[in-house]
């Protein structure tokens, strides 16, 4: 009995690896894995130096205020959140050329059928000659 519903869990997570959803998954892990040092150093190698151009500093991570002696590092939240923001225009835009790419495409391999005019004067025609 035990060897039977080994078999049938083994089954079970056969057919739980090879649905599509968690290739596709996988494979979306490994590439954002790779492409995320490429938008670190776009955030930190260009843009948080444009920023640094601007305000003479990379980052805000020294801006702070103390409360009690102890000291409230708001500087880091703003630098985190400017990072964030840009990381994911970056992802956006990487997004929507990917999209339009492949929309392009879709059009590309559809044929060109005949429109609805082209029917409906083919309807007439065939009903004028009968």
């Known amino acids: 009995m ?11 997570f056969k057919e739980f690896i090879n649905k ?34 601007i305000f003479g500093e990379p980052n805000f991570d020294t801006l702070n205020f103390t409360v009690s002696g102890t000291p409230i590092w708001y500087g880091q939240v703003i630098t985190t959140t400017i990072s964030f923001i840009f990381v ?4 956006f835009f990487v997004l929507k050329a990917y999209n339009a ?18 029917l409906l004067t083919e309807i007439r025609d065939s009903l004028a000659k009968s």
């Open 20 to 53: 599509g959803d968690i290739v596709d998954l996988a494979v979306a892990v490994v590439m954002a894995t790779a492409f995320k040092p490429i938008i670190d150093a776009m955030v930190n190698g260009v843009i948080m130096q444009i920023i640094a151009a």
């Open 2 to 12: 035990r060897i039977r519903e080994d078999i049938r869990v083994i089954q079970e």
């Open 88 to 91: 994911a225009l970056a992802v």
């Open 101 to 118: 790419s492949k929309r392009e495409k879709e059009v590309d391999d559809t044929p060109a059928g005949p429109t609805e005019i082209d």
